[in-house]
């Protein structure tokens, strides 16, 4: 039994990273904010238009003290988990807390085919529902929706008129402008133009933000940024 207690306390204590980085902030209500990002290697998912495959797979295994040492380096006052998708690691949620504890503001990016039930309520969650172009609609878990708190955000990535009407169609299901912060529409990079989005956007009124993906304007989307 000392064996099998010593797998279950290190499964919980160790993650795969992929990297972890200083940059600013390219999504969501944080937007152009220096922040750390902390990405977690693996993802279950497969999304057509994936910009992290370089996350599946490979990473360095670090203790989580390791992992908030690291972060703590840069003296951030944001701090991103990413992946990936980073609830496939089970010591992600002790992460999350233990970020928290350490007082900065944290938030985490996930893809919503994952429970983010267990997520420490302290954690801003950004997520993602999968439209039908992403390939991924079917790993959707909506009984996440009734876990989001107003601080959190809901994002889609919309790669055509479809999805948009997709996205529209779910934001009234859900009520989701009334459930969350911030609804984030974000064109999917070199498939749907921005201008387009945001013509359709303003047409109907919603009640969205849209989102450009400021590192991808900067840095072209290299690691590390
Ligand atoms: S969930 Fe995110 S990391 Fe996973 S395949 Fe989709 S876009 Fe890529």
């Known amino acids: 039994m000392a064996h099998v207690n010593t797998a279950v306390h290190q499964s919980a204590t160790v993650l795969r990273i992929t990297e972890i980085f200083y940059s600013l902030q390219g999504e969501a209500r944080t937007v152009g904010r220096p922040t750390v990002f902390v990405r977690l290697t693996g993802c279950p998912l497969r999304c057509v238009y994936c910009d992290t495959a370089y996350a599946f797979t490979g990473g360095t295994m670090m203790a989580l003290t390791q992992v908030i040492s690291e972060v703590a380096a840069y003296q951030p006052r944001y701090v991103t988990v990413t ?4 609830l496939a690691q089970p010591a992600c949620l002790p992460l999350l807390s233990a970020l928290c504890d350490a007082g ?26 999968k439209t039908p172009a992403s390939g991924e609609a079917h790993r959707n878990d909506y009984r996440n929706v009734s876990c989001l708190a107003p ?20 934001l009234d299901e859900y009520s989701l402008a009334d459930r969350v912060g911030d609804v984030l529409l974000s064109p999917s990079h ?3 133009a921005p201008r387009e989005l945001a013509e359709w956007i303003l047409a109907d009124n919603l009640p969205v933000r849209l989102q450009l993906q400021l590192h991808k304007l ?3 989307d290299e690691p590390g940024h």
């Open 104 to 129: 900065y503001e944290v938030s985490l990016e996930t893809s919503g085919a994952l429970p983010v039930q267990a997520v420490d309520p302290r954690v801003v969650k950004v997520l993602d529902l």
């Open 151 to 170: 601080h959190d955000q809901v994002k889609f990535v919309v790669c055509d008129r479809e999805d948009y009407e997709w996205a529209r169609f779910k």
């Open 218 to 220: 900067l840095w072209n």
């Open 190 to 192: 070199e498939q749907l």
């Open 83 to 86: 992946g990936g998708e980073p």
